[in-house]
């Protein structure tokens, strides 16, 4: 099912062999495959980074992943979509201070996307992310914003949210009865200015913004999706430098 929104996809584990996203070479085409058929024409290919090697060990694999990837795809017939490179960061505290953090960006962008601490957020939380912001001139993307929600104080995270961030959600919770409701206001408050899938296969975790626009239009939420789709697609464009 094909959406009519162009989303760009900014958050997924296409990558072959990089984490716990696609294994091989052959099942990431088979889910960009599933990704054009479903209208996402352009997305970020974003595997896990954990300070256990150094960025530039982390670089060198994921080029080489990607390179990998490139060259099935040459030999593809079938069309699929543009990828841009990135990284899922996970958060450490002093990251903001990490010299190479810039490298990890999407692309050529200032934007980073953040898989933050799962454990209640306090003041060296809200300093290293402001850090980011206001000292390296990074602009962070909280990942799967509504995994950490529930054990979030409602003044700590206010300030968070207060600062110069883009907040992302997992297009899943919008497939849920008992998490749609909940997701449908944090895009109608402002709270989430992202949808993405963070698609890592195509069994348990597949592409699925398409599913969720479709409901999302279903509630009449034309508006909120044109946002959606048109920061996605600005994203990418400085991502990539296109015009
Ligand atoms: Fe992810």
């Known amino acids: 099912m094909e959406n009519s929104y162009s989303f760009c996809d900014l958050h997924s584990h296409i990558l072959p062999g990089m984490d716990d996203g696609c294994q091989t070479v052959d099942e990431s085409v088979q889910v960009l495959r599933s990704c054009y058929e479903q209208g996402i024409r352009k997305i970020c290919a974003t595997p896990h980074y ?5 960025v530039d060990e ?3 694999r994921r080029d080489a992943s990607a390179q990998e990837l490139h060259k099935a795809l040459e030999k593809e017939t079938m069309p699929v979509p543009k990828i ?13 201070y990490q010299e190479d953090l810039d490298k990890l960006c999407i692309g ?37 914003i509504e995994r950490y929600l529930p054990m979030q104080e409602k003044e700590v995270l206010e300030r968070l ?20 409701g ?18 890592h296969n195509n069994t348990s975790r597949p592409q699925n913004i398409s599913q969720a626009v479709a409901y999302l239009q279903k509630k009449g939420m ?10 996605s697609r600005r994203i990418f464009r400085e991502a990539t430098g296109e015009k």
């Open 50 to 54: 954990y300070p256990v090697e150094s």
């Open 58 to 60: 982390f670089l060198a």
């Open 84 to 96: 841009c490179l990135g990284a899922e960061v996970a958060y450490r505290p002093g990251i903001c």
């Open 108 to 144: 050529s962008s200032q934007y980073l996307l953040l898989e933050m601490p799962f454990h209640q957020w306090g003041e060296e939380v809200i300093r290293t992310v402001r850090g980011i912001s206001n000292v390296r001139g990074i602009t962070p993307i909280l990942a799967h």
């Open 161 to 180: 949210l207060d600062q110069e961030i883009l907040v992302q959600m997992n297009a899943a919770r919008l497939l849920h009865f008992a998490t749609r």
């Open 182 to 199: 909940q997701a449908r206001r944090l895009l109608i408050n402002g709270t989430v200015q992202l949808l993405s899938s963070d698609c």
């Open 222 to 231: 034309d508006a909120v999706l044109e946002e959606l789709s048109r920061r």
